[in-house]
């Protein structure tokens, strides 16, 4: 049963303090979501990556936030400075995406809940 | 920017009666709509989806409706049972556009 793996599943810290969050995606997954679940927002796209490459890290702040694919099974989230209002849960997916029959379902991971004190 | 929303944030039905959760989105080039469900501690699941040349797909007791010409769609749960209680996120996207976006969720609660 093939699944999508985060770590860590809760994260605490301090203002100021780095935070990395870690996705492994289904084996053979092209694509890579990362999400951002807040109480008003739903599930915000932050940034995906397709083979690896960023394709759109729009929904990300530049400024405090990057993304990463070591390699094909991990992808890295990383905010430093973390704030209070980083607090969320985050989210990966994986998708295996243009191959063959068109199929746009993502396959999520159970998240990473982050509380930034 | 909200191309997609769920303007309940919350439903409340009765076991065995139907649950009809709803979803309007803003951007006409979306073609492809998908309905996740999610239970607490647990990250989103894929229960159905529509392409925008249908106007219905059913899967057993989850039928999806797709209103092109109103930008809607809606989830049909007949008959509504408690297991089914959780959030459902509506979603779209574009073809050859990886981009879905999410609605804000509904949390669906059946009570027995």
Not at chain 1, 75 to 90: C, F, N
Not at chain 2, 1 to 12: A, E, R, T, W
Not at chain 2, 40 to 66: C, W
Request: proline letters at 7%; one cysteine or more; hydrophobic letters at 35%.
């Amino acid at each position: 049963d093939a699944r999508v793996t985060q770590t860590p599943r809760h994260k605490v810290t301090e203002m100021g303090q780095e935070v990395t969050m870690r996705c492994q995606p289904i084996l053979g997954h092209n694509t890579v979501f990362w999400y951002r679940q807040t109480m008003m927002q739903g599930l915000e796209l932050l940034a995906y990556f397709r083979n690896r490459a960023p394709l759109d890290d729009s929904g990300m702040p530049k400024d405090r936030f990057s993304a990463e694919m070591p390699d094909a099974t991990l992808a890295t989230l990383k905010i430093q400075p973390s704030e209070p209002r980083d607090s969320a849960v985050y989210f990966c997916a994986s998708a295996a995406l243009g191959r063959g029959p068109r199929t746009d379902t993502q396959y999520f991971g159970p998240g990473t809940r982050l509380t930034v004190l | 920017d909200q191309q997609v929303k769920q303007n309940s944030p919350s439903l409340s039905v009765q076991e065995g009666r139907i649950s009809i959760l709803n979803c309007d989105y803003t951007n006409s080039m979306f073609d492809y709509f998908l309905w996740y469900k999610k239970y607490p501690a647990e990250g989103p699941t894929f229960l159905i989806s529509i392409s925008s040349i249908k106007d219905k797909n059913e899967d057993g007791r989850f039928t999806v409706f797709l209103n092109k010409s109103a930008k809607h769609l809606s989830l049909h749960i007949v008959p509504s049972q408690p297991g089914d209680s959780a959030v459902y996120f509506c979603a779209a996207t574009q073809y050859n556009n990886n981009d879905m976006r999410f609605g804000a969720g509904t949390r669906l609660t059946v009570k027995p």
